[in-house]
């Protein structure tokens, strides 16, 4: 049996009435933005730094008197190109193996490599490697400029901003005159290069976009292509370049995986196309053909990484004319030489920035020409060499001048054509490798001021915490004088910031540094009048901040941040033994039974958070993958479905057995959990079924009606779970209470008769008792909180459904251990603390890891069948961020479980929010020295070799989950003080 419920604390001091607390409460709300704003810049600071970006040069390339040079041979080209682009085309869909294994995707797609072997003059087939990151717009990018891709790139992949720089689209244009391109398929094109929606040719239209965003959709974008395609074709006079982007491959492995039939249907539909467009070239001699991948997907479907199933794309090239030195198929080439492969082709400059060199195939041409190898060559060197000169990050490399001034001096002096090649692509390679490393040069300036931002920010969290006594005092008092003392210090830094920063060139991210470390000096000397607290530091809260430092040193090595969720799951399972052994020391019986309870509850759901997980390719083979129906999937399986089904019956029950431990399932309770969240998971888990039985081949018939019914549903549940409990909440403040009447007559007539005068005195002639009176602040916010994890629930795959049900679950029983511990006084730090490591490892048990192919971007068309701002984002938010969002919001309630008010006393409502920023600020110590140690560990580890495919996401994780936590935080915080004044209303 648990504890009595807490009371508020009493004050005799009279205070003012509804609007003070109004008051009190909205100024105590503001601690946790203040603390935000700080962390929020602190982040900024050290991503500038740390997520490189490459700086763009606007010149434009133009041919140069090296083209009119006698001896500059350079191959025949083509008046026209098709250029076909099947997105996630890997390596090995378009190569041909004897023995497929039962690999669906062998063998399907087979004319590049019958071609390549038959006519290998003709036709060629490369291994196409891309460079990380692996997503489109990084690939479109670098397949028509020639240049490199940044980390910090990956992040406009659905935001894609217009080219700038040079590329053979922009040369097309300038240097053909009218620059004819047709263009079908993904629209991603036209974010990219505005200028291909203006394609007509005598009036005729020659842009035909799709949007491509959606990832479920396997069909309408091939098929709105190939249907242009054809037409286009028979008008080769009308255009010089015909761009056709199909995305059906790419959508049939982010849905289903690669290893599967609707990946072959996919291959044999593109398998039609190629045989159709060889055969509509293949009696003209002016026409090339270049198949591509723009990257290629992991064994599950995913890219955006650099495993080698990501990076290796499929190229092929072709024409009915002879043109090609015979390639081996293995062959690779960089994705950037396919930009002045192409220059040359089509008889157009190499863009300027280009750092690609030509491929030697197609330069040798049919009778291994080396003197067109070495032309081809010393034009792309003196492109290259030109485009360093204008570029200031590469002064004072002289080795490569030495490399580029010995090719050129062999081109002056021999006419050994082949050594002169192979030293013109010697400087190309070396000049690529230099950029390389130059674009993984730090800003170490912006990180180490992100970093002693990130440092004095925890300082003032942990002085704030300490000195402020919660159980006390309200921190409205102490805002009222510390808002001027902050504000005159932001103002120094402000000037101080702006001042250091013209004078070193850096105004933005100097001033951003002054204004923080300002305001933070600022508040620090207006603690000073802050009261100490008095009794020593508990043993729970130097716990708590010892499971910060024991997750956040997990960054320091790349394998514990691979294996994070079981590192996670053995600190939690930690926890749970302690609270254990702490609940065996309980003097009641029978509290300490329930404690003990719970204690192994907790152990039992720390070890259930661990099993559902999809494996990072670093885990492999140690890991198998159980999130979706196969490890080459992202279908949910039937058997998670079920389970999501029993989950929405036995969840609510979960709910309404504690809240009767409070006597607190009364009033709106049976209503909104016993029926509305029933019904909403319910719902939930028939979208999810929809769902499995339209990915199912046998159902294809029945798609669009199943399409139908499924938005109807999910429509249903988002404006529920999202707009209309939320709002229900806000405009009734539902209490779980009920009250009884009694009616005494009878018993104060009974003692008269009795005699017993006294016993009739003291009677009312009618008694009230309110039911779940103990536990009314905890059962109000705890109606919000649910219905936010319904949101959460709804944009979650199936089993990351089940997993939050069971993270609620944990927080229940960890409140449960809070109050019979007596944890919520003696030290607020802890349950914020262990509720903030469950959100991580959660976010985990959701089927997401710290990679950028984990993002379940599929979600984004849970409630539209387009991009329909803002539902994508919600869902897209939601999804990844859910975990750490309902950290957040689970704050209050480590103050408010088991709370009762005190009726008509202002100053306990006033000390109540007191306790509430204090225990976010124990929050915010949790996100804030998380964030400060992976900083720590990131800028240690910059140089590692692991740092952009395990070190960076990581960073990327923590940023985006404590924006998330924070943020949470502030919402809560507000939303606390919104159930204080609905409270106090009530019973003030």
């Known amino acids: 049996m648990p504890r009595s419920p807490r009371t508020a604390p009493t004050s005799s001091v009279p205070r003012a009435g509804q609007s003070q607390l109004k008051y009190s409460t909205r100024i105590s709300a503001l601690v946790p933005i203040w603390f935000l704003t700080l962390q929020l810049l602190a982040l900024v600071l050290f991503a500038l730094g740390f997520l490189l970006s490459r700086p763009v040069l606007p010149d434009i390339a133009v041919k140069s008197t090296t083209y009119s040079d006698p001896d500059v041979v350079l191959p025949r080209g083509f008046n026209r190109v098709v250029v076909i682009l099947i997105d996630a085309l890997r390596h090995d869909f378009i190569t041909s193996s004897d023995n497929n294994n039962g690999a669906y995707y062998l063998n399907a797609?087979?004319?590049?490599?019958?071609?390549?072997?038959?006519?290998?003059?003709?036709?060629?087939?490369?291994?196409?490697?891309?460079?990380?990151?692996?997503?489109?717009?990084?690939?479109?990018?670098?397949?028509?400029?020639?240049?490199?891709?940044?980390?910090?790139?990956?992040?406009?992949?659905?935001?894609?901003?217009?080219?700038?720089?040079?590329?053979?689209?922009?040369?097309?244009?300038?240097?053909?005159?009218?620059?004819?391109?047709?263009?079908?398929?993904?629209?991603?094109?036209?974010?990219?290069?505005?200028?291909?929606?203006?394609?007509?040719?005598?009036g005729m239209n020659l842009t035909f976009p799709y949007e491509s965003f959606n990832v479920w959709d396997l069909h309408t974008v091939d098929a709105g292509v190939t249907s242009h395609l054809w037409p286009l074709l028979q008008r080769r006079d009308d255009w010089d370049i015909l761009i056709a982007h199909y995305l059906g491959v790419d959508h049939a492995g982010h849905r289903f995986g690669p290893n599967t039939p609707q990946m072959k249907e996919k291959l044999l539909e593109m398998e039609a196309v190629l045989?159709?467009?060889?055969?509509?070239?293949?009696?003209?001699?002016?026409?090339?053909?270049?198949?591509?991948?723009?990257?290629?997907?992991?064994?599950?479907?995913?890219?955006?990484?650099?495993?080698?199933?990501?990076?290796?794309?499929?190229?092929?090239?072709?024409?009915?004319?002879?043109?090609?030195?015979?390639?081996?198929?293995?062959?690779?080439?960089n994705q950037i030489d396919l930009v002045p492969t192409l220059s040359f082709l089509l008889d157009l400059p190499v863009p300027f920035n280009n750092l690609g060199s030509p491929i030697a195939s197609a330069m040798l041409g049919t009778d291994y020409d080396f003197q067109?190898?070495?032309?081809?060559?010393?034009?792309?060197?003196?492109?290259?060499?030109?485009?360093?000169?204008?570029?200031?990050?590469?002064?004072?490399?002289?080795?490569?001048?030495?490399?580029?001034?010995?090719?050129?001096?062999?081109?002056?002096?021999?006419?050994?054509?082949?050594?002169?090649?192979?030293?013109?692509?010697?400087?190309?390679?070396?000049?690529?490798?230099?950029?390389?490393?130059?674009?993984?040069?730090?800003?170490?300036?912006?990180?180490?001021?992100?970093?002693?931002?990130?440092?004095?920010?925890?300082?003032?969290?942990?002085?704030?915490?300490?000195?402020?006594?919660?159980?006390?005092?309200?921190?409205?008092?102490?805002?009222?004088?510390?808002?001027?003392?902050?504000?005159?210090?932001?103002?120094?830094?402000?000037?101080?910031?702006?001042?250091?920063?013209?004078?070193?060139?850096?105004?933005?991210?100097?001033?951003?540094?002054?204004?923080?470390?300002?305001?933070?000096?600022?508040?620090?000397?207006?603690?000073?009048?802050?009261?100490?607290?008095?009794?020593?530091?508990s043993k729970w809260t130097v716990l708590a901040l010892l499971s910060i430092v024991l997750h956040g040193i997990l960054f320091a090595s790349n394998s514990y941040v691979v294996w994070e969720a079981r590192s996670l799951s053995f600190l939690l399972v930690s926890f749970g033994f302690i609270f254990l052994a702490a609940s065996f020391r309980l003097p009641d019986a029978k509290t300490r039974a329930t404690a003990v309870l719970h204690a192994i509850m907790f152990i039992i759901q720390s070890r259930l958070a661990e099993y559902p997980r999809i494996c990072r390719e670093e885990q492999l083979p140690f890991c198998t993958s159980n999130f979706y129906a196969s490890t080459a999937s992202s279908v949910s399986s039937l058997p998670a479905i079920l389970v999501l089904f029993g989950t929405a019956f036995a969840f609510p029950a979960i709910i309404r057995s504690f809240l009767r431990t409070s006597a607190s399932y009364e009033g709106s309770a049976p209503l909104w959990i016993g029926i509305g969240l029933r019904a909403v998971l319910v719902l939930v888990a028939l979208y999810w079924t929809l769902d499995y039985v339209e990915a199912n081949p046998n159902a294809q018939t029945y798609v669009e009606v199943l399409k139908i019914y499924k938005y109807i549903v999910s429509r249903v549940l988002f404006g529920v779970t999202v707009i209309g409990a939320p709002l229900a909440w806000f405009r009734g403040f539902p209490l779980c209470l009920r009250v009884e009447m009694t009616n005494n007559q009878q018993k104060i007539k009974q003692a008269v008769q009795n005699g017993d005068v006294d016993t009739a005195?003291?009677?009312?002639?009618?008694s009230v008792e309110v039911i779940g009176f103990g536990n009314t602040y905890g059962s109000l916010y705890l109606l919000l909180f649910v219905s936010i994890f319904a949101a959460v629930a709804l944009c979650m795959k199936p089993v990351g459904g089940i997993a939050m049900a069971v993270m609620v679950y944990q927080v229940m029983t960890l409140l449960e251990l809070g109050d019979a511990l007596e944890l919520f006084t003696t030290s607020p730090i802890l349950t914020p603390t262990v509720i903030g490591l469950m959100a991580t490892q959660y976010y985990f048990a959701t089927g997401h890891q710290a990679t950028l192919a984990s993002i379940q971007w599929d979600v984004a068309f849970l409630f539209t069948e387009s991009i329909r701002p803002p539902l994508t984002h919600i869902a897209l938010i939601l999804n990844t961020l859910g975990p750490f969002i309902l950290a957040g919001l689970a704050v209050p309630l480590t103050v408010f479980y088991k709370l009762s008010p005190s009726p008509r006393d202002l100053r306990a409502s006033e000390v109540i929010m007191g306790r509430v920023v204090r225990a976010a600020t124990g929050a915010m110590i949790y996100a804030g020295g998380l964030i400060l140690l992976n900083c720590i560990m990131t800028f240690v580890l910059r140089r590692h070799l692991m740092v952009w495919k395990i070190f960076a996401p990581r960073f990327m994780l923590a940023g985006a989950s404590v924006i998330a936590i924070d943020g949470a935080i502030v919402a809560s915080t507000f939303l606390a003080s919104k159930a204080i004044e609905g409270v106090f209303e009530v019973f003030g």
């Open 109 to 202: 797609l087979t004319t590049p490599s019958l071609l390549s072997v038959a006519e290998p003059e003709h036709a060629a087939v490369f291994k196409f490697i891309a460079d990380p990151p692996t997503t489109t717009l990084q690939r479109l990018k670098a397949l028509t400029t020639g240049s490199l891709p940044t980390f910090i790139d990956a992040g406009s992949n659905f935001n894609g901003a217009e080219v700038t720089e040079d590329s053979w689209i922009q040369q097309v244009h300038s240097s053909r005159g009218h620059g004819r391109i047709a263009f079908a398929g993904d629209d991603t094109w036209l974010s990219l290069f505005p200028s291909l929606s203006q394609g007509t040719y005598e």
């Open 275 to 333: 045989k159709s467009v060889v055969n509509a070239i293949k009696d003209d001699d002016e026409t090339l053909l270049v198949v591509l991948g723009d990257h290629g997907m992991d064994e599950k479907g995913d890219h955006g990484g650099d495993s080698k199933g990501e990076v290796e794309a499929g190229l092929f090239l072709y024409s009915s004319r002879p043109f090609l030195a015979p390639a081996d198929q293995a062959e690779t080439v």
């Open 372 to 537: 067109k190898l070495a032309s081809a060559s010393r034009i792309v060197a003196e492109q290259i060499h030109q485009y360093r000169s204008h570029h200031p990050s590469f002064e004072g490399m002289a080795e490569l001048t030495e490399v580029y001034g010995a090719a050129s001096e062999a081109w002056n002096m021999s006419k050994d054509y082949e050594s002169i090649s192979k030293l013109y692509l010697a400087y190309q390679e070396q000049n690529l490798k230099s950029c390389r490393e130059m674009w993984a040069r730090f800003d170490v300036p912006s990180m180490v001021a992100g970093t002693v931002i990130f440092v004095a920010t925890l300082g003032t969290l942990l002085v704030f915490y300490f000195t402020f006594d919660g159980e006390v005092e309200c921190p409205s008092d102490h805002l009222n004088f510390l808002a001027p003392k902050v504000g005159y210090g932001g103002l120094v830094g402000l000037v101080t910031g702006a001042g250091l920063g013209f004078l070193q060139s850096r105004l933005l991210i100097v001033s951003v540094f002054g204004v923080g470390m300002g305001s933070i000096i600022g508040f620090c000397q207006g603690m000073r009048r802050l009261p100490r607290i008095k009794s020593a530091v």
């Open 761 to 766: 005195s003291k009677t009312a002639p009618v």
